[in-house]
């Protein structure tokens, strides 16, 4: 008659299975002798793994051993200043605070120190900043595009201003500017005063006399 198979034959008491010891109980169960107990690991062993609010352990169940220490490998970040510093971790001391992200300093959108929306020209002379074609009626004016809640009430001008032919010859210089009533809160009207040489239908650039040739419109 075949006796049956004992679990004991199968698996010896305390039978070691890499850095976890297998054994019975007496009532030849198989439990895993060297397992920490709940008191080790603190409450958050004590929660159900679930989604539901309380099956979360929270971070007061953690033991302080869980809480402290570094979770990331930082040293190859990139610099992200002091908050790429600060260890990943669930409490206080370890979360970036509102000093380190701090952006008093830094500039806002669209200010003078990233936006010029008013100023034309006051680089390097020859750069174009807008062209025209020449009317019948012989007034010379040209248009600059803006974007503001008002229409200008003066522009200032530094230097002078040149006109040149389609082809990129030079047709008139030393050019004055002045604004035009009829000017808006998108678009500007500028006329250049005694320019010569033009042809009636013809395409002209305008453009800086010297590198500080500038046109900034007021409001």
Known sequence: MTRPIDIRDIVPRDAVLGDKRLGTDGDDNLVMTNQPDNSTIGTAASRNIGTAEDQIPLNSDLPASAKSGDYNDLDNLPILGTAAEKDTGMSAEELPTNSILSMVGASINFTDNN??????????????IGDTIFPANGVFD???QILSNTAPVS??????????????????SGLSATL????????V???LTGATGLTVGDKYTIRTGTASS???VNF
């Open 115 to 128: 936006l010029n929306p008013n100023i034309f020209g006051g680089v390097a002379p020859g750069h174009i």
């Open 142 to 144: 040209f248009t600059l």
């Open 155 to 172: 522009i200032t001008t530094v230097g002078t201003f040149d006109v040149y032919d389609i082809l990129g010859s030079l047709t008139d």
């Open 180 to 187: 035009q009533g009829n000017s808006s809160n998108r678009t």
């Open 189 to 191: 009207v500028i006329n």
């Open 214 to 216: 500038k046109i900034t």
